[in-house]
């Protein structure tokens, strides 16, 4: 989003971070945006950060990211002449409109997800206390997403689905469905040669996940896929392995890489050496808001990936994307994947599907004219991508 929006405006980005980051990672970001402002919210607060949020009314989410520094640096970046436009990334960064000193002449507030869903989403899954916090804070988070409506010009989400559900939440309002695009240049089977990542090959066949693992979806999904599906599997095909790839494993998915078939790898800089080593991909989430980057990610790389009904909603390309609900269907998948001739159709399929519709110049355009910023050259972003996957 910011190597496009850099084509068509100087932009301005301001986020926060909940980890260290290396002057590169800052640098890099510095390509496209003239300046950069990042802001480090300590892990150990977060919990009272969350707690403070609650006490002044706001949602826990939009506590726990709340910078008084970043705070500050958008009262400076918007105490002149108004700037032609802001985005802000995502409900939880909803509070720094009101640093505004004089709001940006076009307002654009991308949701990606029902962020309000989600919380009751999760409510299903849990009782007692923290069942009443979850859906206490899906009604603090639904009034945060009707305020941002009326203060914003335009409202976008991830998804059709996502746009119909919003509507669904908040009657008389409306949203955008602006997509995710992936980079196919990146993602792509011959981004890598394969010595470099063929030493990664361990299983037959060999399955990847990527996300965050501390992720309450992510961790809900791979349990019950490796504790429902997984053994199926196994049973099969001896020989089968799933790499668990991201950062912050939660002592549950700990857990699981001491399970037969299973191999914890964590975080790793790169994640496509575990992609292309892997037959496929899985999202086996039973919670999902919006479209997964790690499906994008991996069908772009020419990996066929097998998802529940939740994971796969919202993505338009369904070539090498295997829905499979029961472990039945599971292994069936699997099994049909196994024929030489069924997984390189596949693995064509999915590449070639992403390339055609989800190209990020094309995802992306429907912004420009949200933010009147056709043939303008200046544009203040406001907006912080926080990890989500």
């Not at 405006?9 to 926060?16: D, F, H, K, Y």
């Not at 923290?130 to 997403?145: D, I, M, N, P, T």
């Not at 965050?212 to 199926?232: A, I, K, R, S």
């Not at 998948?333 to 693995?347: D, G, K, P």
Request: proline share 5%.
């Amino acid at each position: 989003m910011l190597r496009f929006l850099s084509q068509h405006a100087e932009v301005l980005l301001g986020c926060v971070a909940d980890e260290p980051w290396e002057p590169e990672h800052e640098e890099a970001l510095k390509q496209f945006c003239s300046q950069v402002s990042i802001h480090r919210l300590p892990p150990r607060g977060r919990w009272i950060r969350a707690a403070a949020g609650l006490a002044t009314g706001r949602s826990a989410t939009a506590g726990a990211f709340y910078s008084r520094s970043l705070a500050q640096q958008v009262k400076q970046w918007t105490s002149g002449d108004p700037l032609d436009a802001a985005i802000i990334y995502c409900s939880s960064m909803g509070s720094y409109c009101k640093a505004f000193q004089t709001r940006p002449q076009r307002v654009l507030v991308d949701l990606v997800d029902v962020d309000s869903q989600k919380w009751i989403d999760y409510s299903h899954s849990t009782r007692g206390f923290k069942r009443w916090l979850y859906l206490h804070e899906a009604g603090r988070v639904r009034h945060l997403e009707r305020r941002l409506s009326v203060e914003a010009d335009a409202v976008s989400v991830v998804s059709p689905d996502e746009a119909e559900l919003y509507r669904v939440h908040h009657a008389g309002m409306d949203a955008h469905a602006i997509s995710n695009g992936v980079d196919h240049d990146y993602f792509a089977p011959d981004a890598l040669h394969q010595d470099h990542w063929s030493a990664h090959r361990h299983g037959e066949p060999q399955m990847v996940f990527v996300g965050v693992l501390d992720y309450l979806p992510n961790v809900q999904g791979l349990q019950w896929f490796c504790e429902t599906v997984l053994p199926q599997i196994i049973r099969e095909f001896p020989g089968a392995l799933l790499e668990i790839v991201g950062r912050r494993p939660a002592p549950a998915v700990r857990e699981l890489g001491r399970m037969p078939g299973v191999r914890l790898v964590g975080e790793v800089a790169d994640v496509r050496p575990h992609v292309l080593a892997a037959d496929l991909a899985i999202a086996p989430l039973q919670i999902a808001r919006g479209i997964q980057n790690k499906v994008l990610e991996a069908l772009a790389c020419g990996r066929p990936v097998i998802a529940t009904p939740e994971a796969a909603t919202g993505i338009e390309s369904r070539g090498g994307l295997f829905v499979a609900e029961s472990p039945s269907e599971w292994l069936a998948a699997i099994q049909r994947l196994r024929c030489e001739h069924q997984n390189a159709a596949a693995q064509h399929s999915a590449r070639h599907g992403i390339i055609d519709q989800y190209s990020w110049e094309a995802r992306l355009s429907p912004i420009l004219e949200m933010l009147e910023l056709n043939g303008k050259n200046r544009l203040a972003n406001e907006g912080w991508r926080i990890a989500v996957d």
